[in-house]
């Protein structure tokens, strides 16, 4: 699976977009990006994945580059609740692997 | 989404026992199953993956005979952790997938936390 490099920590204020990025410059053209968010003490929860074309759902948006190089996770109006680390992760096998992720503090 | 449950949440067992943790895709039916155990303020780590009615296949480093996987049906995977010892203690998760494609999502748990004392 190919590599991905997000930002340790962000922070971003209630009702204020969250715009996560991450990096995965060596993806190959069968591999989807998936995004999961890991609330302390639960089980990673699924957000959104995407292959080559921009994806919404009800939680967050997904905008891939034309390149596949990166991509964006946005919420919309984050709230309290959307604090939680954000993972990344490239899938070219059935099996998911996790890097560090992205810990998002969304403060009042 | 699919909905995937572990049970126990957490459990608190002696040192030298054995505990059982189950996972159960309950709307839909789950080939491949996923275990992954998680340090604190660490990442998920993948410990093996679980194929119905086949044996598991086991990450480097992840010694079998302690950590035995049954995947038995399509909607039941358990691990058991055999003589645990504190170093064991730590948070359990599963996940399992609709299916073998890349496009296929995987769905987590809610997590087992164990503590060994």
Redo the contacts between chains.
């Keep these: 699976d190919a590599k991905t490099t997000q930002p340790t920590s962000m922070d971003c204020a209630e009702g204020r977009a969250a715009n996560l990025p991450c990096n995965h410059s060596t993806i190959s053209g069968?591999?989807?990006v998936?995004w999961?968010r890991q609330i302390h003490?639960?089980?990673?929860?699924?957000i959104i994945?995407g292959?080559k074309n921009n994806e919404t759902n009800e939680m967050a948006s997904l905008i891939i580059t034309e390149d596949r190089k990166s991509s964006t996770l946005i919420l919309p109006h984050a709230t309290l609740r959307d604090t939680a680390v954000y993972?990344c992760i490239v899938?070219?096998?059935?099996?998911?692997?996790?890097?560090?992720?992205t810990s998002l503090i969304v403060h009042p | 989404?699919a909905v995937?449950s572990?049970h126990p949440s957490w459990v608190i067992c002696k040192s030298g026992t054995s505990v059982k943790i189950e996972c159960r895709s309950l709307d839909f039916q789950a080939t491949?199953m996923?275990w992954?155990r998680q340090f604190p303020k660490q990442?998920?780590?993948?410990m093996a993956?679980s194929n119905e009615g086949s044996k598991a296949t086991y990450e480097q480093g992840v010694e079998k005979d302690k950590f035995l996987i049954n995947h038995a049906s399509l909607t039941l995977s358990t691990l058991t952790v055999t003589s645990a010892h504190p170093e064991d203690s730590s948070?359990y998760?599963c996940?399992a997938?609709l299916g073998?494609?890349?496009?296929?999502?995987?769905?987590?748990?809610?997590?087992s936390?164990l503590t060994v004392v």
């Design positions: 069968n591999e989807y998936y999961y003490s639960q089980g990673p929860q699924y994945h292959l993972y899938r070219g096998s059935y099996i998911p692997t996790f890097g560090r992720g | 989404g995937v572990q491949t996923f992954y990442s998920l780590m993948l993956t948070f998760i996940s997938s073998h494609l890349t496009g296929n999502t995987i769905y987590f748990g809610e997590g936390w």
